[in-house]
């Protein structure tokens, strides 16, 4: 089974703010908040809307938005997803620019 993108090892949604904006649309209640892409982010937190269709991440002031249009593995903006993927790619980048120095 293939997990969507932007899901992390457990199956949650991970989603950034890299861009600093208000607020984040998903199609998810139930997600992970890692705040900005690695290395800058925050501790990766579980965050539950519950019966709410807003929740605001305590660590970076985010606020999420349910929006019942968007499926499981999107958001607006779109790049507000992270997948682990990304951090795999930037840690290659980062180890390659290293070794030419």
Do not use: W
Not at 16 to 44: A, M
């Amino acid at each position: 089974m293939s997990r969507a993108i932007g899901m992390s090892g457990d199956g949650y949604a991970k989603l950034r703010n890299d861009r600093g904006i208000p607020e984040i649309r998903i199609g998810v209640k139930e997600f992970k908040c890692i705040g900005v892409s690695p290395p800058h982010d925050h501790p990766h937190i579980y965050l539950d809307m519950g019966d709410e269709d807003t929740i605001i991440c305590p660590y970076c002031a985010t606020s999420f938005r349910f929006d019942p249009r968007l499926g499981p593995s999107e958001a607006d903006p779109p790049d507000c997803l992270y997948s682990d993927h990304d951090e795999a790619t930037n840690v290659r980048v980062r180890l390659r620019g290293h070794g030419s120095q």
